[in-house]
């Protein structure tokens, strides 16, 4: 899996709402919720899911919110399978 240009990127982007692209080889979204137990029952999902695509966020807990990275490590920048996992942690919500 080949990772994906800059045009690309900004393309996929702009079907995902509020993630955003920290550099070029990763793209992240910060997440909000009520309190902590919240934010890491939220981030517990996340992972589980994760598992299952094969695919490992780094994921940040700040009290009640939840900043996820994610980027595609063995290609060394972004692919499909960020977006795609994107948009899977977007119906977690």
């Known amino acids: 899996m080949e ?6 990127v900004h393309d996929r ?3 995902l709402n509020g993630w955003e692209m920290s550099d070029y080889s ?21 992972g589980e899911e994760a598992s299952h695509q094969y695919h490992y966020p780094d ?6 919110k939840v900043i996820i990275t994610l980027t595609t490590r063995d290609e060394g920048g972004l692919t499909y399978k960020d ?3 994107a948009k899977i942690i977007e119906q977690l919500v």
């Open 26 to 46: 990763s793209i992240y979204k910060e997440f909000e919720f009520d309190n902590f137990k919240s934010a890491l029952e939220f981030a517990q999902k996340v």
């Open 3 to 8: 990772h994906l240009s800059i045009k690309e």
């Open 59 to 64: 994921i940040l807990i700040r009290e009640n």
């Open 13 to 15: 982007l702009q079907e």
């Open 83 to 85: 977006f795609k996992m």
